[in-house]
């Protein structure tokens, strides 16, 4: 049964049934998509050669054992900011005919000083040469950052640090005192660091606070132009068997991607999402309705995602806003009072006493500002006077089925 398969792709080849699942017809290498994945080959990454070669430059130092220039990497999400950092990082170490390493962490993981300097340590300890061990938890901060110190000096030449996501750090000690670790003489060795962030605002409080005393580069990768996101996406056509794309696929996806901010993770991931309907289908080839599925499917996780921690009241308004739109009158637009009173008719259903109209209109200000409602002042003319209008932004059917499989 499985036999035709297994010259495929190596898929169905399992003796046990339960494991024996078919190849599908779509994906050649389908890893190629997941976001974590970096490139080994620099000719995957596309469009970005001047924000490499500024990066470079302020990193150089580092080769000849000198102290480079640390450096701040913030734009919006899927810009290429972790994929180039961590890119460049990897090319300055294999270029280097010093012993410079690296070390990558991700803030959302390690958020305090202390797991910071273990992590860190735990990377570049090597125990035959330090005669120390790092051990995962139980000691102090201040013993994690003194063995992270020696490790760096005994077993390094210089280090590059990436904090990505460093907005998730509970505060600015780590960086601070890294960045100056050279300077107050705790490492004797160059440090550089690279810090990266896509909240904007947060990045520019952290510069106002931090001015004085962390001195770094600015890098700032604009979003990409659908040009340059069709051809992100050309450059990963290997994750797929040959000649499975049709034509206007890519196109497609790019103009999708690119609608809100060029985000190269949005482009890659409905491309995989095409390619799943598609295999899930049967299908020989991704078309352009796959691509439409994959949307359909990106706006469902990211609104799943946005309603993860609403209370049941919150829901309820967009609930009810979802299902004024769904009337078939063709009204996009509604009133305040509109939605107040569809709300309390949701809430009657579900057995909940209503909030208040004001309680009502603070949160429905509160999702305008997550960009799933808009509201606007309109003015209705004199006997009705001006009123402020909410309309969603969302697919309404994609809000009212979220909602309706997430509550409990
Ligand atoms: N210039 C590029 N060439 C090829 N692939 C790219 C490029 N830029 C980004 N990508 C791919 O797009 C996805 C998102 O990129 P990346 O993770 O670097 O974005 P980011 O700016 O760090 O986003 P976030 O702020 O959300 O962390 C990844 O899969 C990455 O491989
Ligand atoms: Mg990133």
Redesign the pocket.
């Known amino acids: 049964m499985a036999s035709e398969k297994v010259e495929d792709d190596g898929a169905g080849q399992f003796a046990d049934p339960l494991f024996d699942i078919p190849g599908d017809d779509i994906f050649r290498n389908k890893d190629m ?7 080994e080959d620099e000719d ?5 050669d001047d924000t490499m070669a500024e990066l470079a430059e302020y990193i150089n130092p580092i080769l000849a054992g000198n102290q480079p220039d640390h450096v701040i990497i913030y ?10 950092t961590r890119h460049v990082v990897q090319r300055a170490v294999a270029a280097s005919s010093a012993e410079v390493q690296h070390a990558y962490i991700d803030c959302k993981q390690y958020h305090t000083d202390t797991q910071v300097f273990t992590e860190l340590g735990r990377q570049f300890n090597d125990p035959e040469q330090t005669e120390q061990t790092i051990p995962e938890t139980g000691l102090s901060t201040g013993i994690y950052k003194k063995r992270f110190y020696d490790a760096v000096d005994t077993c390094t030449d210089g280090v590059l640090i990436i904090l ?2 460093m907005d998730k750090l509970k505060n600015d000690d780590a960086i601070l005192e890294l960045s100056r670790a050279v300077e107050d003489r705790k490492a004797s060795v160059p440090i550089g660091l690279l810090v ?3 909240r904007i605002g947060y990045i520019e409080n952290f510069q106002a606070r931090v001015e004085s005393s962390f001195d770094a580069q600015d890098i700032q ?1 604009a979003p ?1 132009s659908v040009k ?1 996101l069709r ?2 996406m050309e ?2 056509r290997s994750a797929f068997k040959p000649d499975v794309l049709k034509d206007g696929v890519i196109p497609k996806a790019a103009a999708v991607a690119g609608a809100e901010h060029g ?3 949005r ?2 991931r409905i491309l995989r999402h095409a390619g799943q309907a598609a295999a899930k289908e049967d299908a020989e080839q991704v078309n352009e309705e796959h691509i439409d599925i994959a949307r359909r499917e990106a706006e469902k996780n990211r609104f799943g995602e946005t309603i993860q921690n609403a209370t049941p009241h919150e829901t309820l308004v967009l609930l009810a806003i979802a299902n004024l739109t769904l009337r078939n009158d063709g009204r996009k637009e509604f009133k305040q009072s509109e939605v107040y009173e569809r709300y309390t008719e949701e809430a009657d259903k579900n057995d909940t006493a209503p909030l208040s109209q004001r309680r009502v209109r603070d949160l429905v200000n509160d999702y305008a500002l997550l960009d799933v409602l808009e509201t606007e002042k309109r003015n209705y003319g004199k006997q009705s006077g001006i009123h402020r209008v909410i309309q969603l932004l969302l697919d309404p059917e994609i809000v009212r089925d979220v909602i309706e499989a997430t509550r409990i």
Do not use: C, F, Q
Not at 44 to 48: A, F, L
């Open positions: 998509l997941r976001v974590g994945w970096v490139p995957m990454i596309v469009g970005r734009g919006k999400t899927g810009t290429g900011k972790s994929l180039i990505d996501e990266i962030s896509n990768p990409y340059t051809e992100i450059s990963r985000d190269a993770r482009a890659i």
